[in-house]
């Protein structure tokens, strides 16, 4: 009899989290009462905000418990329905999290028409990564033309979609990675003007002199050394949409001094910087905007994506760590099992 | 035959400025041409801002250069008018600088009429302090009835007007000062509903207790040690106007460590907190309104103000030393000459 494997918290991690933290299981498939469908996973996406999940902090969502199947985003196919608006086959983006298989009442299933896009990119670029890139972008950083826009995690999921409407809107695009080929992906396939490997000895340098006009959009998906850098380049009246701070949600401390936050303070002082936290559902209500205005842009070229796909929820933990540690490239997927579509 | 006295920047000063670096001079009264007229400086405005212009670091304003007189709002008296819109005895409000005379070609002078309120709170609550003081509160701070406003510097210029102002939008105001008395003057007299005194060893403690329910709105005026205690109490779609960063105008390095800046940039995303840095001068179409409404507020003794008031231009040195380290009480002036007005 064919097993449900998921992958359950059951310790918090401090610092980066392993197979001690998240433990592969095998249950059995569940069955679908009157009102339910059974699910079973595509496609899992794997996303940095998935590291404040498996902590007790207080957040902007409340913890995964232990015990409980980690959350995750999912492309699903429903294979048994018990439910009126649902038939075995349909294609569907839920939210199943770390496993195979899954039970839903229908409540937040969206359908999916393979003939509009491949199925995948509704967990990417036409999902929530892209939409999260589209409001930050556009509602808090409200580039104009000839301005210059920079982006940190410039490859990842959200940041080639940010780097690409920035360039739709005229801007001078700058990225910043970890990787020189990541930089080159950027520059090469997705048209940004410039990027920056931030792991170089002369970063700031570097930085410094791909924006000769200074930063008026810092699209902020990392903290730690990038942001230390970008201070120094915010022009008046720049703003900065926060998204993520991959670079601390390993963290069990805070760093070692000098203090930094005097000297973001003064900049944002002297330059009446704007700095927003977000997160995409706070905007729920552009995403009918979103799909059309991105849909055009991805059927027109305006707009490229890639994907980093990886086989099997069992290699789901290990690609995790690389995506805390920037090893991924491109939007992460774990094919959990075979894309009928493909 | 009198003299003009003056304090010229003679040295830019690294930490608190002292008479090494504003020199008292005299020279001889200049003589107004066709159509300049000769101020006599009967108020001068001491305000922190001015620590700012005496440094060569780049910011929003172009720094007083060596040699010249230090710059500074006033409220003179023409003495000596050879330009047609202006006669002996009008009384304006000025940027004469901290010097007995001046010479204008009266453009930016505005004039003041004394029956309307007492000329020297052109340059506190009527004036730039009171502006600074609602454009910051209600264009960024945007604070709704029920909500908790947080203002450091509490009893100072501009702290002072904007827990007044968040009084009269129905808000739970806590100030935060650094001396008893001054917490005993913004809760008695102004009725502020709580205010904490920074010295105290547990004012983080005494701070959370003060805010029940968080902090809505935080007008930022100090930086430092308040800040720091601000942001684990940061709610959800939080504001944070920042106008000023006094504990750190004297720094001449970065505080030593732990690194603050990833703590508030964690908060600023999870609970997506909108800080913005402004200038008043950025909201100068708003004046009108404000003139208005402070005004009707001043005669109808809903918005209260403190003034500060050192004789002579020889102590403004002494007074602007004690402004920077909390010594003065309420908004901050050097009686240059005699008010003919009172």
Same mark, same amino acid.
């Given at each position: 009899?064919?097993?449900?494997?998921?992958?359950?918290?059951?310790?918090?991690?401090?610092?980066?989290? #392993?197979?001690?933290? $998240?433990?592969?299981?095998?249950?059995?498939?569940?069955?679908?009462?009157?009102?339910?469908?059974?699910?079973?996973?595509?496609?899992?996406?794997?996303?940095?905000? *998935?590291?404040?999940?498996?902590?007790?902090?207080?957040?902007?969502?409340?913890?995964?418990?232990?015990?409980?199947? *980690?959350?995750?985003?999912?492309? =699903?196919?429903?294979?048994? =329905?018990? @439910?009126?608006?649902?038939?075995? &086959?349909?294609?569907?983006?839920?939210?199943?999290?770390?496993?195979?298989?899954?039970?839903?009442?229908?409540?937040?299933?969206?359908?999916? #028409?393979?003939?509009?896009?491949?199925?995948?990119?509704?967990?990417?670029?036409? &999902?929530?990564?892209?939409?999260?890139?589209?409001? !930050?972008?556009?509602?808090?950083?409200?580039?104009?033309?000839?301005?210059?826009?920079?982006?940190?995690?410039?490859?990842?999921?959200? %940041?080639?979609?940010? &780097?690409?409407?920035?360039?739709?809107?005229?801007?001078?695009?700058?990225?910043?990675? %970890?990787? +020189? #080929?990541?930089?080159?992906?950027?520059?090469?396939?997705? !048209?940004? #003007?410039?990027?920056?490997?931030?792991?170089?000895?002369?970063?700031?340098?570097?930085?410094?002199?791909?924006?000769?006009?200074?930063?008026?959009?810092?699209?902020?998906?990392?903290? %730690?050394?990038?942001?230390?850098?970008?201070?120094?380049?915010?022009?008046?009246?720049?703003? *900065?949409?926060?998204?993520?701070?991959?670079? @601390?949600?390993? +963290?069990?401390?805070?760093?070692?001094?000098?203090?930094?936050?005097?000297?973001? *303070?003064?900049?944002?002082?002297? @330059?009446?910087? $704007?700095?927003? !936290?977000?997160?995409?559902?706070?905007?729920?209500?552009?995403?009918?905007?979103?799909?059309?205005?991105? &849909?055009?842009?991805?059927?027109?070229?305006?707009?490229?994506?890639?994907? +980093?796909?990886?086989?099997?929820?069992?290699?789901?933990?290990?690609?995790?760590?690389? $995506?805390?540690? !920037?090893?991924?490239?491109?939007?992460?997927?774990?094919?959990?099992?075979?894309?009928?579509?493909?």
């Amino acid at each position: 009899m064919e097993q449900n494997q998921r992958i359950v918290l059951v310790e918090r991690p401090e610092g980066m989290p #392993d197979e001690r933290h $998240l433990r592969l299981e095998s249950v059995p498939v569940p069955t679908p009462e009157d009102g339910q469908v059974l699910l079973k996973t595509i496609y899992l996406s794997l996303d940095p905000y *998935m590291r404040g999940r498996m902590s007790a902090a207080k957040s902007y969502a409340k913890s995964v418990e232990l015990g409980e199947v *980690m959350e995750g985003g999912t492309v =699903s196919q429903v294979v048994a =329905s018990r @439910h009126p608006d649902w038939q075995e &086959g349909d294609l569907v983006l839920s939210h199943s999290g770390w496993q195979t298989y899954a039970l839903s009442n229908g409540r937040g299933l969206r359908r999916l #028409d393979p003939s509009l896009a491949p199925i995948s990119t509704a967990l990417g670029v036409l &999902g929530m990564p892209g939409f999260t890139a589209y409001v !930050g972008l556009l509602e808090i950083g409200q580039p104009k033309a000839g301005e210059t826009v920079v982006v940190s995690a410039a490859s990842g999921a959200v %940041g080639q979609v940010v &780097g690409q409407i920035a360039k739709l809107k005229g801007c001078r695009v700058v990225g910043i990675a %970890g990787a +020189d #080929d990541k930089c080159a992906y950027v520059v090469d396939e997705l !048209g940004f #003007d410039a990027c920056v490997n931030y792991r170089d000895d002369d970063f700031p340098a570097k930085l410094k002199a791909a924006c000769p006009d200074g930063i008026d959009v810092y699209f902020e998906n990392v903290g %730690g050394k990038v942001l230390n850098a970008v201070i120094d380049l915010l022009n008046d009246f720049s703003r *900065m949409p926060v998204c993520g701070l991959i670079a @601390h949600y390993n +963290d069990t401390r805070l760093p070692a001094g000098p203090d930094q936050l005097p000297r973001l *303070m003064r900049a944002v002082l002297t @330059h009446r910087v $704007l700095i927003r !936290g977000f997160i995409q559902f706070d905007f729920a209500p552009r995403f009918p905007d979103f799909q059309r205005d991105m &849909g055009d842009w991805i059927r027109s070229g305006q707009v490229k994506y890639r994907e +980093d796909i990886v086989e099997g929820l069992e290699n789901a933990v290990t690609a995790f760590q690389g $995506l805390l540690s !920037g090893r991924n490239r491109g939007k992460l997927l774990v094919r959990v099992s075979p894309d009928p579509t493909r």
